[in-house]
């Protein structure tokens, strides 16, 4: 683990949970990494008792989760976007496509007419 990153799971760790808003816009402003850091961290701290940082714990994990099912949100609005501008693009390359090959089979008969045309004049 990098020792910038070591440092800034260490200072979420030891920020005070109050004010709680103030705590609140620590966590949301934290990288990812650090929050489920800090978040190992506060694990089983509470040694006799009650779990002192069950709370944040647990307000950490919310906003974590937040921030990871907007980012799995927009991953999925981006791959939509993109396989539907495929469907897209496809289409329209195969409609050209088609029409290349509905040239390619006319000027292939109209070949084949002026092949037959020409044989048959020979041979009279």
């Known amino acids: 683990m990098s020792t910038d990153l070591e440092a800034a799971i ?5 920020f ?3 004010p709680p808003g ?6 949301e402003s934290a ?16 040694v006799t008792g009650g779990d002192p940082n069950a709370a944040r714990r647990t307000a950490a994990q919310a906003i974590l989760q937040t921030r990871l099912t907007q980012q799995s949100l ?4 981006a791959l939509r976007s993109t ?3 495929y469907q ?3 289409s329209r390359q195969t409609r050209w496509l ?25 041979a009279h």
């Open 22 to 27: 103030r705590w609140v816009t620590k966590v």
């Open 10 to 14: 260490k200072e979420l760790e030891d």
């Open 74 to 77: 927009s991953a999925t609005d």
């Open 31 to 46: 990288p990812s990494a650090v929050i489920a850091g800090a978040m190992q961290r506060w694990s089983g701290s509470g």
């Open 16 to 18: 005070p949970p109050n």
């Open 88 to 90: 897209r693009e496809s």
């Open 98 to 122: 088609i029409r290349l090959t509905w040239t390619i089979a006319a000027l292939t008969a109209g070949l084949l007419a002026l092949a037959v045309h020409d044989l048959l004049a020979r």
């Open 83 to 85: 396989i539907d501008d």
